[in-house]
């Protein structure tokens, strides 16, 4: 099994990972479905919500992880 990091687009995260939307729906990430979330990594979709994408990505591979 893979690792998530935050140069990973967000929709390959979902895609791959469908889980893992309730961690972008924890802080707030309403726009999973809009263009932007085509074309920016989890970095800097994170950093635009001013989240600390680090512990997005450790969330979100502690439940992959399960």
Known sequence: MGKITKEMGLIDIIQTYPETIEVFQ??????????????????????????????MVEEMNELIAK
């Open 26 to 55: 924890k802080y707030g990430f309403g726009c999973i479905g809009c263009a932007a979330a085509r074309f920016e990594n989890l970095e800097a979709g994170a950093k635009v919500h001013g989240i600390d994408p680090d512990k």
